[in-house]
């Protein structure tokens, strides 16, 4: 009894240590963060004496397409000449708010970061505008009523990639007065790409009668939900002509369901989506997607650009989008090899 | 009539035979069924498909609920399990090959086997409360997902991995018999030998259970240990069903549709008591009401409610003390309020 208790204490101690061996672990990369840039900082200022430096808070790593807009802004800054502080807030915002924090104390020229959520920044903000340092956010913005805390937001605009894929839809069916069938697999509900793709892409068709999306329903921006919804969606409705999806991801999940239903993706049904990942682009070249809207992530030489336009002091507009394309199946084919995400 | 009432399967079957009533009246095709490319195509269908990780998973939490435990950290196992057996299989030169196949399934499950020891040994060792022994799986093990599919979706072309989720035989899919495989197992596992008696000792009292003799630790140990390779074919089915494994999104809230599951069939948390053919029925319920939801097209920003509202019907529904105290109100009826006010007073 006495030796089954040690044995219970050991291991209960070992997943302590365990627990807090992870927790430490987390303390330390922040620090690192924190101290290393201090002394780069010091040296790049001895070294070259108007290098700009940079600080950069990303989200985190949880998708391929983040993956990309990480190494793109990494890229561009050495590109650019521009000393980069780069900080993995691994998607919480209170390590988001510390690495904000530490680029204050730091003294960097400029802070840019994609916040992880939309609420809650105006005081660390308020802290960089009191400190003089210009802020710029990308890829997401933050719900703040005063925007003098930001100087510009550079990202996709979601609206817009939904007209243009809604425009397309349009262009395709121009010459046919017959009710076309849209079925929509939506983004995670409540999500600012979900809202703003549907919203686009219903303003584009909205004139055009014949154009109708017979069901909607979320696939929460993954494949299996797409696979499991389009499933239901097969069965529901006998006549599906076009499916659109707000993002490629969905879309490749609902592709396996259309060809277990025994009918060709592309052809039989019409697929659009949005983002424009590797296998999306692998799965339009062999004529399963009929058109992608690109939502790039690969604007890091137009924030390097917007840094050093902050720094010369020039007016910025509060919004930049970012500079994005469509592929049909064609372009897709030609594109493919030099996709980098 | 009153026995029929009496046995513990009644109202989880007359659930599911409501859902599937309305089914029939608001969508006739929900039934039909057709042979399409060699296979059964229809509603029904997609329910066991897409139902077998849920039911898997399901099966393997109902014995850790009988031992008044609850494990939090399938959903984490499942999207372990997805990633590694996809990084295997997209690390090696030949996706498709029988050994490579093979070799990823079962590291993959003896990792979930590995896993659901951990548990058990926090458990029973340990002696930490179950929910927060396995909490700590279920929150380090996305980590450990993504750690290993370094936060990237992983796709694999492997015909013969895509068969296990997606595959069909004898004109089903082919999950169903490991579903069929596993149920009748553990059915066997426990009600044909002494192991559920034990199980169900051990959830009553387990260290009354130990002074009779039965091993408490070692019957914990091996339940956790059987949940983690439940959640592992899980992870499996549903990695292979879409050839991709997300260790972001994978299982993720599988554990509390498991534990409803559970509930619905008649399971009590108290542990104790378990139906292992009660949570087949309940884990059915769910999907039936998730497709019949995807069906009948309800807005997405309503679904959750939906869900809850039918939810919530099911239990009260199978809550005795709430169907006694509608009975009892009806008898109450003959007396006048007043008297009865006045007796409080």
Redesign the interface.
């Known amino acids: 009894m006495r030796k089954?208790k040690k044995?219970?204490v050991l291991?209960?101690l070992m997943?302590l240590m365990l627990?807090t061996a992870?927790g430490s672990n987390n303390g330390a990369t922040t620090k690192e963060n924190a101290n290393q840039p201090d002394k780069t900082t010091t040296e790049a200022t001895v070294a070259t004496d108007k290098k700009i430096v940079f600080g950069f808070s990303q989200v985190?790593?949880?998708?391929?397409w983040?993956?990309a807009n990480t190494t793109s802004i990494q890229d561009s800054a050495k590109e650019a000449g521009i000393d980069l502080k780069f900080s993995d807030a691994q998607q919480k915002q209170e390590n988001q708010i510390k690495a904000l924090r530490s680029f204050i104390q730091q003294k960097v020229d400029v802070i840019g970061f994609s916040p992880v959520v939309e609420s809650g920044w105006d005081t660390v903000l308020k802290e960089a505008k009191d400190a003089g340092i210009p802020v710029i956010l990308t890829d997401r913005s933050v719900d703040s009523t005063d925007t003098s805390l930001y100087v510009t937001f550079l990202g996709s605009d979601f609206v817009l990639e939904g007209q243009k894929a809604g425009e397309w839809l349009v262009e395709e069916y121009k010459d046919t007065t017959d009710q076309v069938n849209i079925v929509e697999l939506?983004g995670t509900?409540?999500s600012a790409p979900a809202i703003d793709r549907k919203e686009g892409f219903e303003a584009a068709i909205k004139d055009h009668s014949n154009l109708k999306i017979i069901?909607?329903?979320?696939g929460?921006?993954?494949?299996?939900k797409g696979?499991?919804?389009m499933?239901?969606?097969l069965?529901?409705n006998k006549d599906i002509d076009v499916l659109y999806a707000h993002n490629d991801?969905m879309a490749?999940?609902a592709i396996?369901a259309i060809e277990?239903?025994?009918l060709k993706p592309g052809v039989d049904i019409k697929i659009i989506t949005v983002d424009g990942i590797k296998?999306g682009f692998q799965a339009a070249s062999e004529g399963k997607i009929n058109f992608i809207v690109e939502c790039n992530p690969l604007f890091g030489g137009q924030l390097m650009e917007a840094v050093k336009g902050v720094v010369e002091g020039k007016e910025l507009p509060k919004r930049t989008v970012t500079e994005e394309g469509t592929f049909t199946i064609e372009q897709a084919k030609e594109a493919l090899p030099n996709r980098k995400y | 009539m009153a026995r029929l009432m009496k046995h513990h399967l009644f109202w989880p079957l007359t659930m599911l035979a409501g859902l599937l009533l309305f089914n029939l009246c608001y969508s006739p095709d929900f039934f039909s069924i057709q042979i399409r490319n060699g296979h059964l195509y229809g509603s029904l269908i997609d329910i066991l498909n897409f139902g077998a990780p849920l039911i898997v998973v399901a099966i393997g939490m109902t014995l850790v609920i009988a031992t008044k435990g609850v494990d939090l950290s399938v959903g984490s196992i499942v999207a372990i399990t997805g990633a590694l057996a996809c990084m295997t299989l997209s690390k090696s030169s030949d996706q498709n090959g029988f050994a490579v196949v093979l070799l990823a399934i079962v590291i993959s499950l003896v990792l979930a086997i590995v896993l659901g020891l951990w548990n058990g040994l926090l458990v029973s060792l340990g002696g930490i409360q179950p929910i927060i022994a396995t909490l700590i799986l279920m929150v380090a093990g996305r980590g450990i997902a993504q750690l290993i599919t370094s936060g990237q979706i992983i796709t694999v072309s492997s015909p013969r991995y895509n068969y296990i989720g997606a595959g069909s035989l004898l004109g089903l899919p082919f999950s169903v018999f490991i579903v069929l495989a596993i149920f009748i197992t553990a059915l066997l596992l426990t009600r044909k030998s002494a192991l559920g008696l034990f199980i169900e000792s051990v959830g009553t009292n387990s260290e009354a259970s130990r002074l009779a003799g039965i091993r408490s630790r070692a019957i914990l140990i091996s339940v956790y240990a059987f949940c983690g390779i439940c959640a592992g074919i899980a992870g499996l089915i549903l990695s292979s069903n879409v050839s991709s494994a997300d260790g972001n999104n994978a299982g993720l809230w599988v554990e509390l549709d498991a534990i409803l599951a559970v509930v619905i069939g008649g399971t009590s948390m108290n542990g104790g008591r378990f139906y292992l053919s009660g949570t087949l029925i309940g884990a059915l319920i769910i999907q039936t009401l998730t497709t019949t939801i995807y069906m009948i097209g309800v807005p997405p920003e309503i679904t959750l409610v939906v869900k809850a509202f039918v939810v919530l019907v099911v239990c009260l529904i199978q809550s005795e003390a709430f169907r006694k105290k509608i009975f009892e109100r009806r008898k109450y009826r003959k007396y006048s309020d007043k008297a009865e006010v006045t007796r409080h007073a």
Do not use: I, P
Request: hydrophobic share 35%.
């Open positions: 089954a044995v219970g291991t209960l997943s627990v992870c985190g790593a949880e998708s391929g983040r993956t939506q509900t409540g069901t909607s329903q979320t929460d921006f993954t494949r299996a696979k499991e919804v499933q239901a969606f069965k529901a991801d490749l999940g396996q277990a239903a025994g296998d």
